[in-house]
């Protein structure tokens, strides 16, 4: 009796296993894709559930193979308080899982880096910067070693950045820009998204599209379309730019995308996600008596998102999930508990033709198009990423010469 005892329980524990094996399964995963995963707005982790956050960053980990992660975004808003050490350093311990595993870039939100307001009432437009705790935490010294990173604006910050990676010959380049870029700032992102034609681009920033705003066609705000005006629309090889920052109403995720088609017909797909506010249980939330279940509290949802990239059958598909609550989103929570309650928002496809789009070389050096002219086999390239025609030893003399007086390509951006 006691061993069929015994032999049920086992049973019973085996059955448990598998129910979380199988409620932890990623959605998305197969051959010949790859997946991007954003983490937006997660300041309430690191300030009150610094769990939550773990075990985000541990089911990135876990599923680095089966989902073929290839990099994680950070959106920012890495924190509440931006004075608060202890905030900051829940933030660096639990993103230090993914050093040396999974390539990631963060990015300073307004919660981040905004030490004033220009309306103390509408936290948006800062009036003066402290990035202080941002630098020490996030710094240029957390990714200058990583080979896929590529350099940063200003030099040796990480308050811009930018990131190559390459899957199955698809040359992709992840450009991180701060809370409301100043003009010299999206000047030094054009100039790096230019100077790498062959390659398309996901631009993360922090307020670039709202709900709101994708319903009327147009941009967030001065921020967001300075971002449009000033680098996304004159660049064809950006195809896919998000963000994070908005909360619709109160204890809503904020879900929505949209298709923009530029002037030379190039598309970017514009999406901002944020769930920064939302209670792990909608359906049994009071917001007349928010502190009735300490586990139903905002900020406790865990949600994140990711992107499954197959570039075979021209698609990319997101999906919403949260490793807190082994669980995923589609379109039935949609319709009942998104602001505009329609679907689509939490699991949607996107088209995108990644063998057609346009991406012609990167610009050519001066001194290599004079080289160029000459009927000389290629033999090597330069650190630079320039390549060289050269002729034995007087023409790679001259060549030295020209380049150490014209100095790098400004695009190619980093240290130098």
Partial sequence: ????????????????????????????????????????????????FPDILDEQIRWIVDNTDSLNIKMVIHLGDLVEKLGETRQWENASKSLSMLDGKVPYLVLPGNHDVCKTYEDPKRPVICKEFDFTNYDKYFGYSRFKDYPWYKGSYPPKTNHNSYAFIEVDGLRLGFLSLMHQPSPDVLDWAKRVVSANRDRLFVLATHDYVSAWSISKGTHSNTIGMGIWDKLVKDSSNIFLATNGHFVPVPYRPEDAHCT????????????????????????????????????????????????????????????????????????AYDEQYQTRKQKGLSQFELTYDFGQATRPQTQVHPAEEALAKSRIPWQFSLRSSVFVRVRPSLALMELAKELVSQGPPPETGASW
């Fill in 1 to 48: 009796m006691k061993k069929r005892i015994a032999f049920i329980s086992f049973l019973l524990f085996l059955l448990l296993v598998c129910l979380s094996v199988c409620a932890e399964a990623p959605r998305g995963a197969g051959p010949n894709r790859f997946t991007v995963v954003v983490l937006p707005d997660t300041q309430a982790y690191s300030w009150l």
């Fill in 260 to 331: 923009r088609t530029r002037g030379d017909g190039s598309v970017v797909h514009e999406i901002v996600s944020n769930y920064q506010s939302e209670p792990p249980d909608p359906a049994t939330f009071n917001p007349g008596k928010p502190s009735a279940d300490p586990k139903n509290l905002p900020g406790q949802s865990g949600k994140l998102r990711y992107y499954v990239f197959s570039p075979s059958e021209k698609k990319i598909r997101a999906y919403t999930c949260s490793p807190h609550l082994r669980k995923y989103y589609d379109d």
